[in-house]
């Protein structure tokens, strides 16, 4: 779901060469408040995990019309689990239909006169939520860490990171845009905010998801009602208040939270939206279509993904292995939908990457997300440890080897979610560990006889979100590009943009997220005809 782990970042900034101008000035500044501050509450950067709480004066609240307000039902609450300790740090209060009527209703009457603003005026809100949002970035950082689990180190460098990136992505864009555009000497075409949009957000880069859906729709003149994942609401929490500081005006964006049911639903089935971003799994991605079709809205979703890594032989096989195992087990515990969990590796070379892969699993230091020197934290929740545990499972007894990690989990770690880093190899792309999205840290190594073969292994999937190829023929790259099914490919394991495109074919999802590309999303299409006659 966003950048992989970078071997080439700047050891001072992680700045990478990448980055346009924009991008690389967040990241300086995001650097330097990283460093500087710690937010009051949460000064115990390498405590452990059981010692913090999650306070906030909001979180009972929801955020409608540019207030912070009661839930219609005060008494149904919803605890958020600390995966690491598998203790409640804190509450939230469960939406219902008449919340997202409220919140609807108030982005309805703020649409009349935002999406009647101006390019600088949006240019100007931007500026400001960009403010707020670098005041308040480690401990939006350090909350999601506590809230989803993730390493402390990975949530500041990556995760609080990236919805700086977006926020800078949409100024730069919004700055040259073209809503408008003379079709020819009689005609003109205008791109006019779509309405109200409804944004349903997953737990797994909480902030990353949320920025890069709230800026680019406040940028294209939208409104909006936010519902994000119960899992990982917090964050959520903080961008609300951060959206209030920066002075959104009343009614332009809306926050509810609660389950998917009752509040992600009721959203996707609204008639007084006129749009749906989803993201999450192609399950629920279903789900969320199917409600909103009765209304004929706009449907925009990203959905799974298995991507495979179709390392040539010319490639440099230690690093493009080790690069692959660290993406799939050090990023978020392999909870990314385009996480490189497929490494395709010429048959002749599949011991030799076995091995690699296994040294480099077994380095990987598991533990509490607040230690400065873990890799890898716990996965979210439970039920998404005992869906890996199951999966893990399931391959052993269809006959991939196991080549490390396995069931259980890990050594001294009696409490927490925690999944031991495995390593498959062997794999056939008819198993259930080939064909499922684990997501969870679990790399499948499947051996290929030659580049037809690789190229239909990779393309044997329901999705379609991303893959990779490493070697150093740069032509024989691109041609074997051309032929992956999927909305991303990456070259040597390259580091993305936030300018980038982001989304995927088949079940993978339809539109577009980052960038100019998001932007169309959000926009409408109007023929003004002979204007210019």
């Known amino acids: 779901d966003t950048f992989h782990v970078s071997s080439g970042i700047n050891a001072e900034y992680g700045v990478r ?61 919803l605890d958020v689990i600390n995966p690491a300790t598998e203790s409640s740090v804190g509450r939230i209060s469960a939406g219902c239909q008449a919340d997202v009527d409220k919140a609807v209703a108030a982005a309805t009457r703020a649409f009349e006169s935002y999406s009647q603003t101006t390019r600088e005026q949006r240019l100007a809100l931007l500026g400001r939520i960009q403010t707020a949002y670098m005041k308040r970035i480690n401990e939006i950082a350090e909350t999601i860490s506590l809230e989803m689990g993730c390493p402390v180190t990975l949530a500041r460098n990556a995760q609080a990171t990236i919805g700086a990136l977006h926020i ?71 961008w609300a208040e951060v959206m209030h500081e920066a002075g959104v005006p009343k009614g332009v964006f809306n926050l509810i939270n609660g389950t998917g ?46 991507t495979p890594n179709i390392i040539l032989p010319d490639a440099d096989i230690e690093k493009s292995v080790i690069d692959n195992v660290k993406n799939v087990i050090q990023n978020n515990a392999g909870q990314s939908c385009n996480a490189p969990t497929r490494l395709l590796i010429p048959s002749h070379l599949h011991d030799r990457a076995v091995a690699i892969a296994k040294s480099a699993a077994e380095s990987v230091v598991v533990g509490d997300p607040f230690d400065t020197n873990t890799q890898l934290g716990p996965v979210v929740n439970e039920s ?83 893959s990779e190829i490493c070697g150093k023929d740069k032509n024989k790259m691109e041609k074997i590009a051309s032929r992956l099914r999927s909305g991303q490919v990456r070259f040597n394991g390259a580091q993305g943009s936030a300018g980038l495109p ?21 926009l409408e299409i109007k023929a003004l005809v002979g204007v210019n006659k």
């Open 502 to 522: 982001f989304g995927g074919y088949k079940q993978s999802g339809n539109g577009r997220e980052w960038g100019k590309w998001a932007f169309h999303e959000f």
């Open 17 to 77: 060469p990448t980055m346009n101008s924009a991008e690389r000035r967040a990241k300086i500044i995001t650097t330097h408040l990283l460093d500087s501050h710690v937010h009051p509450s949460l000064q115990h950067t390498v405590s452990a995990s059981n010692a913090r709480v999650f306070t906030n004066p909001h979180q009972l609240q929801f955020y409608i019309d540019g207030e912070w307000v009661d839930p219609t039902l005060k008494t149904r609450t």
């Open 261 to 306: 049911l009752e509040v992600g639903e009721v959203i996707a089935r609204h008639p007084g939206i006129q749009c749906v971003t989803f993201t999450g799994s192609t399950r629920a991605g279903t789900s969320v279509a199917k409600a909103a079709a009765d209304s004929v809205k706009r449907v925009s979703q990203e959905l799974g993904g298995k």
């Open 384 to 466: 998404q440890w005992n869906k890996i545990e199951n999966l893990i499972q399931k391959g052993i007894d269809e006959g991939a080897t196991l080549v490390t990690g396995g069931v259980g989990r890990p050594k001294g770690l009696n409490k927490g979610f925690y999944v031991k880093p495995t390593i498959f190899a062997n794999v056939k792309n008819n198993m259930t560990i080939a064909r499922e999205e684990i997501f969870g840290p679990v790399l499948c190594i499947l051996p290929y006889r030659d580049e037809e073969d690789a190229v239909k292994i990779a393309n044997d999937t329901p999705y379609g979100l991303s």
């Open 168 to 238: 800078s992505s949409g100024i730069e864009e919004l700055k040259k845009f073209k809503f408008i555009e003379d079709e020819d000497s009689e005609h003109r075409v205008i791109r006019e905010p779509i309405g109200v949009v409804g944004m349903i957000t997953p737990w797994n880069w909480p902030i990353n998801q949320i920025a890069c859906k709230v800026i680019p729709a406040l940028a294209c003149g939208c409104t909006m009602v936010l519902k994000p994942s119960e899992e990982s609401p917090f964050d959520a929490i903080i």
